[in-house]
């Protein structure tokens, strides 16, 4: 099989589809339409973020069998209309979902005891000790909207805490011994901390917004390693000067490209501008799933997945 390798990974990938039989070409720098010229000399293609895999690229891709995304979404990928046409769509949540639960928790540990706060505080030689007091995570409800391999991964890491771990998740049955499944509403009026672990969907759109927000009963802190696109920035910014989001830590935002790669390419927008001024907020640039390890462990699921089911 012939496989066209579109974005950069590990190096153990081509390696050890080279070794298994494989035919690897890279390709990091053309556009879609170039590409898509060529595509139908590949039975498949690896790929993270790069651009969409739409009907137009799809139908160009005669003879692909398979698409593999280095990533645990798919949503840059056609879904039925790839099945549709018989490719089998491959992903590796099982291979970041560590990487993520490690960094929603030190999102919240970091937010909870203002740690960038005081850190710059005291290196511009403020020694503020009592407005720098935090809070602790012990005793408090944790609610995770998304229970699969993110969601089960981040409850795993709190098994350490005393606190109550809630989950909610359209799927039946999916709590177990580190979450207990709830309904949405006993959700809203027990949580005091929410975490998003949800795929972009048409029902994850702009999820997070002011009458979500204001459905909950008490005062919550939100987190967001998920999807930009699932928090409406506004309605955050809404809620965080009235008091009703108590602070945020988004590792996304909704501004962001759909390759990740660049947050936006023009003016900053008016609300995003606001959300940078608040000292309870907390940011980082879509990495809660780019570590050392979660690169490794990307590449080798999608070797694994390719081999076992194509060779």
Not at 169 to 175: L, R, S, T
Not at 226 to 243: I, Q
Request: with cysteine; glycine share 8%; aromatic share 8%.
């Amino acid at each position: 099989m012939n496989i066209l390798h579109l974005d950069q990974n590990h190096p153990l990938l081509i390696n050890q589809l080279n070794e298994a039989g494989f035919t690897n070409d890279e390709d990091y720098t053309s556009s879609k339409s170039e590409i898509e010229k060529i595509i139908l000399n590949y039975d498949g293609i690896v790929i993270r973020s790069r651009f969409k895999c739409d009907r137009q690229f799809i139908d160009a891709a005669t003879n692909l069998k398979f698409i593999a995304r280095v990533g645990a979404g798919l949503e840059s990928i056609d879904i039925p209309y790839a099945k549709e046409k018989g490719i089998v769509l491959i992903s590796a949540p099982e291979g970041n979902r560590n990487a993520v639960g490690e960094h929603t928790l030190g999102m919240i540990l970091s937010l909870f005891n203002k740690l960038n706060k005081a850190s710059s505080e005291v290196r511009n030689g403020h020694w503020n000790r009592e407005e720098n007091r935090g809070i602790e995570l012990d005793g408090k409800t944790v609610g995770i909207i998304g229970y699969g391999n993110m969601g089960k991964a981040f409850s795993k890491k709190l098994r350490g805490f005393d606190c109550k771990v809630l989950c909610y998740d359209i799927k039946e049955n999916v709590g177990d011994k580190n979450a207990v499944q709830v309904d949405l509403k006993t959700f809203q009026k027990e949580v005091d901390v929410v975490s998003l672990h949800t795929p972009w969907t048409t029902l994850t759109n702009r999820m997070v917004d002011s009458g979500f927000i204001n459905s909950f009963s008490k005062s919550f802190w939100l987190f967001n390693t998920a999807r930009g696109k699932s928090v409406v920035t506004s309605d955050l910014v809404a809620a965080l000067k009235t008091g009703k989001i108590l602070g945020a830590g988004l590792d996304v935002l909704e501004y962001e490209k759909s390759s990740f790669e660049t947050l936006f390419t023009s003016e900053i927008p008016t609300d995003l501008k606001q959300l940078l001024t608040f000292e309870n907020v907390i940011l980082s640039p879509h990495v809660a799933g780019w570590t050392v390890e979660s690169k490794i462990k990307l590449a080798q699921t999608i070797v694994d997945k390719i081999i076992t089911i194509f060779n």
